[in-house]
């Protein structure tokens, strides 16, 4: 490679990594990752209305059972707790309230699995304890039949 073309490639790379570090895209990564957490909330929120009306038809030993469901999976979550965040191939260390964003959205979304478990085995003919299906709505997106 003549060493003018690895003058141009090296100036070229240089200030590729200097917009990278410019505080102007960092303030601009930022309103990225606080608009995705944005998302992920309320699609949690959804998802948890979806979960809360499945436990309005069922009794207390359900309750107890996706209890049971969510600390299994919270315990086979490689976070063990800590308020990390992964967003285009970058983590975050999350503090304040943004770690307990982040820790509620973990919690609905594993009642979620928990829920869509129970669904999937009543789907099957599995009846898990005293687990009923809804009678007036789906029971897969939760929709008013």
């Given amino acids: 490679m003549p060493p003018v073309a690895k003058a141009k490639k090296k ?3 240089t ?7 410019s505080p102007r ?7 990225k990752l606080k608009n995705f957490l944005m998302e992920l909330d309320e699609r949690s929120e959804e998802r948890e209305e979806y979960t809360q009306s499945i ?6 030993s359900i309750l107890k059972a996706v209890g049971l ?5 919270q315990r086979m979550s490689p976070t063990n ?3 990390d965040f992964t967003f285009e191939g970058k983590t975050y260390h999350l503090v304040g309230g943004e770690a307990e964003l982040v820790e509620n959205i973990r919690n609905r979304n594993y ?3 928990a829920i869509r478990l129970l669904v999937a085995c009543a789907e099957w003919g599995i009846r898990p304890g005293n ?3 809804p009678q007036d709505s789906c029971c897969r997106c939760g929709k008013e039949v």
């Avoid at 469901?69 to 999976?73: A, G, M, R, T, Y």
């Fill in 69 to 73: 469901i969510v600390e299994s999976l």
């Fill in 15 to 21: 200030a590729e990594i200097a917009e990278l570090m």
């Fill in 11 to 13: 100036a070229k790379r």
């Fill in 131 to 133: 687990f009923n299906l």
């Fill in 55 to 60: 436990l309005a038809v069922n009794d207390n």
């Fill in 81 to 83: 707790g800590q308020p």
């Fill in 25 to 31: 895209s960092a303030k601009k990564q930022e309103r």
């Fill in 111 to 113: 009642r979620y699995i």
